[in-house]
């Protein structure tokens, strides 16, 4: 039987240090990094900041060499745009002006509006409206009536107590410019419509059209329906809906059934002047349908307005085209006849006063619409009868 050797103390710590001189000294070994010792904050960032050290980890852009690149980008050679016309700046100048009405603070808006009131009386407030801005609060951008409570304490000195308020009373199109008529309570309100209903309101509006209206002056009484547009881009638009019709031997009329969703839509025009192609004619609705003096204009007389895109074609929606000789008066190619803006103005206003005096309101001229006129060398009545 094999002697069983007892290991004494002493010969225990001998051999475990012939063990631990045989071991190599501590390193950071890769295949275990985690028995390597924990490196202070400061040792970690310079191992960080040391080359040749990745991390795998995008590198952080610091403020100064953000700063640095954009001030490069901007030094970098711009290329040069083709200049624009004198026509391109207006129209663009003007699509700017309108956003920014549209985007602004009603403050501003409100401000804007008191330089521009035209004719005030204690039932009554006229202004001058600017073009794009809609009237009433349903395009979710800053309208005219989301405003008039600014507006009416403005007129009023900014009185903290000032009770007075404004309410629109007829409508004009998000695109018409001029005269548009406010009243101070709602009983004014439903007088002035009274008004109306009895054609005692009258309005007169000046329009540029592309061709030239024949006969030169007469009415137009044709019903306007709401239709579907069908095709790639489904759309509606508002079309005519006649009460008569030709004959099978095309010498006479015959009237058809009215629809009955047709609306009853009566227009009076006069040609003011006519030159290039285009004229300015004065139009007075008797009625109050929706698009119903562009509709009659484009669909009746087959003289759209200049800047109307939207019933210059009937099966598509696209920019208005416009004849060689035009585009060569305004300026402009065809590809950039999509910022013309509608030339519709409304440039007179009359009604009874409450007081026994009439209330008659001419509305100026903007801009653009000036402009138009002396490049397609359209002349004004006042100015027509001078020569």
Request: hydrophobic share 35%; glycine share 6%; charged share 25%.
């Amino acid at each position: 039987m094999n002697s069983i050797r007892r290991i004494s103390c002493s010969d225990w710590k001998s051999g475990l240090n012939v063990v631990l001189s045989r071991v190599k000294p501590w390193t950071n070994c890769c295949r275990c990094p985690e028995a390597a010792p924990p490196l202070s904050r400061s040792q970690a960032t310079a191992t960080k900041q040391a080359p040749g050290f990745d991390t795998g980890e995008k590198p952080r852009l610091r403020a100064v060499d953000l700063a640095r690149k954009v001030q490069q980008e901007w030094r970098k050679p711009q290329a040069a745009e083709p200049p624009l016309s004198g026509q391109q700046k207006r129209v663009m100048e003007l699509k700017r002006f309108s956003l920014q009405l549209q985007h602004v603070h009603p403050n501003v808006l409100a401000k804007h509006l008191n330089r521009a009131v035209l004719y005030q009386d204690k039932d009554v407030v006229v202004i001058n409206k600017p073009y794009g801005v809609p009237v009433r609060d349903d395009c979710g951008a800053t309208s005219i009536s989301s405003v008039l409570h600014v507006l009416s304490k403005m007129m009023d000195g900014m009185k903290i107590k000032s009770d007075s308020q404004l309410f629109p009373c007829l409508r004009l199109e998000k695109e018409t410019t001029g005269a548009l008529l406010l009243a101070r309570s709602e009983e004014v309100v439903k007088h002035i419509l009274n008004l109306h209903r009895n054609n005692q309101v009258r309005r007169k509006y000046w329009v540029i059209t592309v061709g030239v209206p024949v006969p030169s002056e007469g009415v137009i009484d044709i019903p306007i329906i709401e239709r579907e547009v069908t095709g790639s881009r489904p759309h509606y638009k508002m079309a005519l809906s006649p009460l008569f019709k030709m004959n099978d031997a095309g010498d006479g009329v015959t009237k058809v059934r009215g629809h009955r969703q047709a609306h009853s839509a009566v227009t009076k025009y006069r040609v003011l002047d006519s030159s290039s192609g285009c004229s300015l004619v004065e139009l007075q609705p008797f009625t109050e349908v929706k698009h119903q003096m562009r509709v009659h204009m484009a669909l009746a007389l087959t003289c759209p307005i200049l800047g109307d895109h939207k019933y210059s074609h009937w099966s598509k929606l696209a920019p208005q085209k416009l004849p060689d000789h035009v585009l060569g008066k305004l300026g402009l190619e065809q590809s950039k006849s999509r910022y013309l803006p509608l030339h519709v103005l409304a440039r007179q206003l009359m009604l009874p006063g409450t007081n026994g005096a009439d209330v008659n309101v001419s509305c100026p001229m903007p801009k653009y619409f000036t402009q138009t006129l002396n490049r397609l060398h359209l002349t004004l009545p006042d100015k027509k009868d001078h020569k």
